[in-house]
């Protein structure tokens, strides 16, 4: 084996990220392996780089979807390059500015609960936040979430 190359247990044990892990990112394009005659995975170095991308995009809670299309513009045996890196940081930046306000106003609407002892399932603006549907009367209302309604709702 060429000193370069790494089993899935080296990538494993360096990474921290579980071989069945190492498995899926591979079958989602998001890392690249070659195979040995006997059909062993072997990984470059780079895919050590490639990996801890991947895990710290996901503790700030970008998806895997998103990490690909990110990707997409990277050699998927290489890392990504100090200018690949800023397009790629530059693309997530909009995304992980949204999650911060929305934490932030969790975490404002958190402060306003303690001790009100509401429990209002209909009222709290943590639970129940920006109902628009709600006029529609009680019980689900759609299917898939993310889509666009197809009525008009007042904001």
């Given at each position: 084996?060429?000193?370069?190359?790494?089993?899935?247990?080296?990538?494993?044990?360096?990474?921290?990220?579980?071989?069945?892990?190492?498995?899926?990112?591979?079958?989602?394009?998001?890392?690249?392996?070659?195979?040995?005659?006997?059909?062993?995975?072997?990984?470059?170095?780079?895919?050590?780089?490639?990996?801890?991308?991947?895990?710290?995009?996901?503790?700030?809670?970008?998806?895997?979807?998103?990490?690909?299309?990110?990707?997409?513009?990277?050699?998927?045996?290489?890392a990504p390059t100090k200018e690949?890196?800023?397009?790629?940081?530059?693309?997530?930046?909009?995304?992980?500015?949204?999650?911060?306000?929305?934490?932030?106003?969790?975490?404002?609407?958190?402060?306003?609960?303690?001790?009100?002892?509401?429990?209002?399932?209909?009222?709290?603006?943590?639970?129940?936040?920006?109902?628009?549907?709600?006029?529609?009367?009680?019980?689900?209302?759609?299917?898939?979430?993310?889509?666009p309604d197809h009525q008009e709702?007042?904001?």
């Open positions: 084996m060429p000193a370069e190359l790494l089993t899935i247990g080296q990538v494993a044990a360096r990474s921290g990220v579980a071989p069945s892990a190492l498995r899926y990112y591979e079958s989602l394009g998001l890392i690249a392996s070659t195979r040995t005659a006997g059909d062993r995975r072997r990984f470059r170095r780079a895919v050590l780089r490639r990996v801890a991308v991947i895990r710290a995009a996901q503790r700030v809670g970008l998806s895997l979807e998103q990490i690909g299309e990110a990707f997409s513009i990277v050699d998927p045996e290489a690949q890196w800023g397009r790629m940081s530059a693309r997530w930046r909009p995304v992980i500015d949204q999650r911060i306000a929305d934490l932030e106003r969790v975490r404002e609407d958190l402060t306003s609960c303690i001790g009100c002892g509401c429990l209002s399932l209909q009222t709290c603006r943590l639970y129940n936040s920006d109902d628009v549907l709600a006029a529609d009367g009680s019980g689900s209302r759609r299917l898939f979430p993310d889509e709702h007042p904001a």
